[in-house]
């Protein structure tokens, strides 16, 4: 997996890196009613062609291939933005409700801008950035497919189940005769069938969970978490961290409560897990269950193996105030921002407060960690009358936190 990982971000300037409803449709106007120039293929498939359905969270893996019938008379470009008119392949799943773009919804929010807001009142948002500005890989294209692969789930969640049609657009082809001008192509139309299964999904969380512990175990043993393998375990150290990875993407994806449970109680707020991204944190995030998740995250922080950081109490109090205020980050004027900043301070408080009273059941880094940020979190104004904690309060927070 995590070479698989690597392997799809190093190719991430030719596959699916323009996938808004915009980006489409602009690409779809281009195209019109021509088809694909003569002799070049552009197919969206399945992995090895299944055409099973598929359950509601499991990793839906499709290759994009391309191949022409006249090798020679095309190329693939890997950056055709370098190119004027020039563009990545845009992916388009219909129909689109119950469908979330993992790049545009995240999941990730923060509260610094309503916190903020009786200071400067700057505003919500942010731009998503993605492909591969300096790549500059070109392949020939021959009757052999060059072939893609992907997992679907990395960059959309399919939440609903029902049969969808999958489609590819883009401009990230070349003929031999004009390697300047970008050929608009399109795929087949790839039909899939979303299926809900809730005894699968209970029989793949409690696999994951006994194989991501079981790795765990092998690879804190071994020291890897705070150490280098030696050279002869650098082996079994890569497989171990595979398997963590593997599991956890699979609890990730399930997206049902009990996931969610399993997903909070194996993240300690680390934003790693071995070498790769905390797919634990990932999960939470990218959760429908956004109330559970907050409610189990809040007691997950006090907990005393916990690195609460303080981007972690920002986006828990953002959490917060979003469940209450569903539509919360979609206001960007400043009187909204005000209306919330109350409430919000309200909630940043109670965060701050219950890690202050944690801590000294914490240990370790977890301790010194939560001090940090409780510190420099107590002693904010956020353009208010006074400290988030009061001078005195936050003191005798931090008397009892000492170790003895």
Same mark, same amino acid.
């Given at each position: ?54 359950? #509601? ?18 190329? #693939?470009?890997?950056? *055709?933005?370098?190119? %004027? ?37 700057? $505003? ?5 950035? $993605? ?5 500059? $890989? ?54 899939? %069938? ?40 650098? *082996? ?21 409560? %009990? ?6 109680? #194996? ?9 790769? %991204? ?113 001078? $005195? ?12």
């Amino acid at each position: 997996m995590i070479l698989r990982n690597i392997a799809i971000a190093a190719l991430a300037g030719v596959l699916l890196q323009a996938s808004s409803a915009q980006d489409v449709q602009n690409i779809q106007d281009k195209i019109g009613a021509r088809g694909n120039p003569p002799g070049l293929s552009f197919e969206l498939r399945t992995k090895n062609g299944l055409r099973k359905p598929f359950r #509601l969270g499991e990793m839906i893996e499709i290759e994009e291939d391309y191949s022409s019938s006249l090798p020679g008379r095309y190329s #693939l470009l890997q950056n *055709p933005k370098k190119l %004027e008119g020039g563009s990545f392949v845009a992916l388009e799943i219909l129909p689109a409700k119950g469908v979330i773009d993992r790049v545009h919804q995240t999941g990730w929010v923060s509260a610094a801008a309503i916190l903020h807001a009786r200071c400067a009142g700057e $505003g919500i948002g942010g731009a998503v950035g $993605g492909g591969c500005g300096d790549c500059d $890989g070109v392949y020939k294209l021959g009757i052999e497919p060059i072939r893609f692969p992907y997992v679907l789930n990395y960059r959309f969640a399919i939440a609903v189940p029902g049969r969808y049609t999958v489609q590819a657009r883009g401009a990230n082809v070349v003929a031999a005769t004009d390697v300047s001008k970008p050929i608009l192509i399109t795929s087949n139309k790839l039909e899939i %069938e979303i299926v809900r299964d809730d005894t699968w999904a209970d029989d793949q969380l409690q696999m994951a969970v006994r194989r991501y512990e079981e790795a765990q175990r092998r690879y804190l043993q071994n020291g890897w978490d705070k150490k280098n393998p030696a050279t002869a375990q650098v *082996p079994q150290q890569w497989e171990t961290a595979q398997e963590m990875v593997n599991a956890s993407e699979i609890i990730r994806f399930l997206d049902t409560e %009990e996931s969610l449970r399993e997903a909070v109680r #194996l993240y300690d707020g680390s934003p790693r897990i071995v070498t790769y %991204e905390n797919s634990f944190l990932k999960a939470i995030l990218e959760s429908s269950h956004r109330d559970l998740a907050v409610r189990l995250l809040k007691k997950r922080m006090v907990e005393g193996d916990f690195l609460a950081s303080e981007d972690l109490i920002d986006l828990l109090t953002a959490m917060t105030i979003q469940v209450e205020e569903p539509v919360v980050f979609g206001r960007e004027d400043l009187p909204s921002l005000r209306q919330l900043n109350p409430r919000t301070l309200e909630i940043l408080r109670e965060d701050v407060l219950a890690l202050g009273e944690s801590l000294p059941a914490k240990h370790g880094e977890a301790r010194e960690l939560g001090t940090a940020t409780f510190e420099k979190y107590a002693s904010r104004d956020y353009c208010a009358v006074g400290p988030l904690i009061e001078k $005195g309060e936050a003191q005798q927070i931090l008397l009892k936190a000492r170790p003895n």
